[in-house]
C-alpha cells in the first residue's frame, strides 16, 4: 500500500463506464445476451375500478408464434407476501385503469404485441374516484409517511402566534402528478429454473434470475424472494447499469413481478419484457399530486413567529404511499411556533412512489414560494428574509447540525449571481418586449446512511485491488467514485481498482435512493480497507481478501445532518405571448466534501434542470373521468429540451462532514431538484408581478 494515501476529493475524474457506454459495450437490462429469448406483451385494464369477468384468449393463442397467454385465472401463483403492486394477475380485482390483467409471450416482440391485441376481455365495472382534492371527504392521517416520518408535528402555541402575529401569510400552493422519464425504461429479462437444486448451497445456481433496471438488485431479491416462494439465495439480480430511474426504480413493480410469473409459466426461457412509453405513466410509480396550505407569521423584523404547513397527497387502494411534503419545513427555519400535518387521499389510481426528492421537492416549491410572497409583503430582501430566520441549531429536535453553511451559500451565491436588493420591486426591468426578473429560493436535503452494506477487498498482486459491492450507478457516477473512494481507503491509484457493482450476488448493497447511496457504500468500503489494513499491513500477500460491514455511524445520533444550498433564477417573459425563458440558474450548495466535482457537477445541474421542468413544463395530466393519464408520452408530456435550458452552473462550498461521512461527503443526489422550482417561480412574479402558486407555470398564467 503506498504510505502516503492519495485524497480523493477535487480530482475530476470522467466516467471510467463512459467510454462501454458510448461504445454501446454497456449491456442495460434488457441487452443482456439471453439464448432465445420469448418476447413478453402486457395487457392492462381498460376500467378504472371492477373487475375482470372473462378474457377470451382463442384468437391470441391462434397466432403462430404464441408461447403462453397469461390471465388472473391461469398464472401461477404467488405466495401471501405478494400484496399491493406485487400482486400480479392473481385475483381478477381491478385497481386502477391500466393496471396489468394478461400478457401474451411469444417468439417475437411484433407477435406478442399483435396477438395481445387481439385478447377480449368482459369486465364488471364499478364507480370510481380518481379525482384529487385536498377537500375530498375522505382524506385520512396516515400512521407514518414516506421516509418513515411522523404525520404530524407541533409546537409551541401556534394559534396564539397567529392572533398577534402582525404580517401573516395565508396560501395554498398545488404540484402535479408527475413522472419519472428515464431514457431507459423499465425493463426485465426474467429466467426460471426448474432444474435447480432448491437448498443453500451458493454453487446452485439460481431458480429465478431479473436482469432488471433497478436502483437496488438486493431489494429486488429481499422483496421478491418471499413473493414467488423462494429462499432469498435462490434468486439473483443483476443491474450493471442503468439509464436513469430518478427513484421510480428504487424497488421492484408489478413488471419485474410479471416477468417472474411469465417465466415461471415457461421455465427454462428468458423472458424479455421492456416496458413501453405509455405504460411507463401506469404500473411504475410516479410522483404523487399534492396541495399544500401553508401559513406563516412574522412580526415587522420579518422574524417568523409561526408556521403552519398542512400537506395532502394523493395515495392509493394498491399499495399506500403519502409523499412527505410537510416534512422540510419542520426545520429549515427557526420558528418557536410551528404545526406540520399530512393528509392522505385514497383513490382509484396506481400506486405512488419515489420521484427525485420525494416530499422535499413539492414540500419545498409551497414554502420556499410562501417565503417569497413573505418578503414581498414585509419589504424585505428575500435573502435577508433567510438569514434572519437562520437557527442556531435544529429547531424540531434541538440537536446541533453537523454543518450548516446556508447563509454563506446565500451571501456568496448572491454575490456570484449579480443578486440586487435594491432592485425587488416586481414588473419592473423590461428590454423592448421582454420582462426580466431574478428569484431565489433554499434548497435542503437531509443526509441518509442506510446500514447494512458490505463490500469486499482483494488483493489481485502488484497493488491491484478487487472490489465488490452490490451498489448500483443510475448514471448518477457511482461506477466512478466508488472507484476514487477506494483507491483513497486503500492508498492505491483510481486504475488500479476492479470494482464490480449491480449484482445481488455481491456483497449487500443498500439502495440507490434517498441520496443515500454514496454514503452507504463508500462508508463499507472505508471500513472493510480500514481493517484490510489493519490485517494484512502495508504488503498484503497476493490473493488477501477480506468483507466488512459499513460501521455504523454513532456520530449521527448527536447531529441533524442535512445539505444545503440556495438556488437563483433569471427568468425572461414576453410581454405579450407570456412565453418563458430561463436564461441562467446559479447554485451554491453545502454538501460535504465533493468527492468527484465532474459528476457532482453532472448531479447537480440536472437536478436544477429538473427543477425548470417541474417549475414550467411536467403534469401528467389524469382524466378522472376514466382515471387514465392522457399525455401518457413524450410528445405530450412536457420536458425541456437543450433550447430550454441555458446556462445552469453549480459550484459548492469549500466543505468536509466528518459527522455525516468517513468520507466527509453528504448525499447530493436530490438536492438539485429541491426548491429550483421555486427559484423559477419567484423569478417570474419579480418579472410580472404575477404570483404562481399552482405547478406547472403556463403562459396564461402570466397574461
Ligand atoms: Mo431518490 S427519488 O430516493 O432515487
Known sequence: MSPEPIRAGGRSTARIDGPAKVAGTAPYAYEHPVDDPAYLVPLTSTIARGRVDRIDTAAAEAV??????????????????????????????????????????????????????????????????????????????????????????????????????????????????????????????????????????????????????????????????????????????????????????????????????????????????????????????????????????????????????????????????????????????????????HRAITLDVPAPFWMRAPGEAPGMFAGEVAMDELAAELGIDPIELRIRNEPESDPETGKPWSSRRLVECLREGAQRFGWDPSDREPGRRRQGNTLIGTGMAVATYPHMVNPGSEAQIRHLGEGRYSVRIGAT?????????????????????????????????????????????TSSWGTAIVTAAEQFGKRFGDDPPVGAELSASAAENRELEHYTAQSFGVHFAEVHVDADTGEIRVPRMFGLFSVGRVINPRTARSQVIGGMSFGISMALFEESVRDARFGHVVNHDLSEYHVPTHADIRRVEADWLDDEDLHATPMGSRGIGEIGIVGSAAAVVNALWHATGVRVRNLPARLDDLL
Open 473 to 517: 450507478d443510475l448514471g448518477t457516477g457511482a461506477w466512478t467514485i466508488l472507484t476514487l473512494i477506494a483507491a483513497d481507503a486503500l492508498g492505491c491509484r483510481p486504475e488500479d481498482v476492479d470494482l464490480e457493482i449491480g449484482d445481488s450476488a455481491l456483497p449487500n448493497g443498500t439502495v440507490a435512493g434517498g441520496s443515500s447511496g
Open 64 to 341: 403462430p408464434g404464441v408461447l403462453k397467454v397469461l390471465t388472473p385465472w391461469n398464472a401461477p401463483r404467488l405466495t401471501e407476501e405478494a400484496e399491493g403492486e406485487y400482486s400480479v394477475l392473481q385475483t381478477p380485482d381491478v385497481l386502477y385503469r391500466g393496471q396489468i390483467i394478461g400478457a401474451v409471450v411469444a417468439e417475437s416482440f411484433e407477435i406478442a404485441r399483435e396477438a395481445c391485441s387481439l385478447l377480449k376481455v368482459e369486465y364488471s365495472e364499478e364507480p370510481h374516484d380518481a379525482l384529487f382534492r385536498a377537500d375530498h371527504p375522505d382524506a385520512y392521517t396516515p400512521e407514518t409517511v414516506n421516509g418513515g416520518y411522523e404525520p404530524d408535528t407541533e409546537r409551541g402555541d401556534v394559534d396564539a402566534a397567529f392572533a398577534r402575529a402582525e404580517t401573516v401569510i395565508d396560501q395554498w400552493y398545488s404540484t402535479p402528478e408527475e413522472h419519472n422519464n428515464p431514457l431507459e425504461p423499465h425493463t426485465v429479462v426474467a429466467i426460471w429454473r426448474n432444474d435447480v437444486v432448491p437448498s443453500n448451497s451458493e454453487t446452485d445456481g439460481y431458480t429465478l434470475t431479473l436482469y432488471t433496471s433497478t436502483q437496488h438488485p438486493h431489494g429486488v431479491v429481499e422483496t421478491l424472494a418471499p413473493v414467488f416462494g423462494l429462499d432469498a439465495a435462490r434468486m439473483r439480480v443483476v443491474c450493471p447499469y442503468i439509464g436513469g430511474g430518478f427513484g421510480s426504480k428504487g424497488g421492484p413493480h408489478a413488471h419485474d413481478v410479471l416477468g417472474g410469473l411469465a417465466a415461471r409459466a415457461l421455465a427454462g426461457k428468458a423472458i424479455k419484457f421492456a416496458v413501453s412509453r405509455p405504460d411507463m405513466f401506469g404500473y411504475v410509480g410516479y410522483r404523487a399530486p399534492t396541495a399544500s396550505h401553508i401559513r406563516l407569521a412574522a412580526d415587522s423584523d420579518g422574524k417568523l413567529t409561526g408556521l403552519v404547513h398542512e400537506a395532502f397527497a394523493q395515495s392509493s387502494r394498491v399499495t399506500e404511499f403519502v409523499e412527505q411534503a410537510g416534512v422540510p419545513l419542520r426545520n429549515l427555519y427557526d420558528v418557536a411556533n410551528a404545526r406540520t400535518s
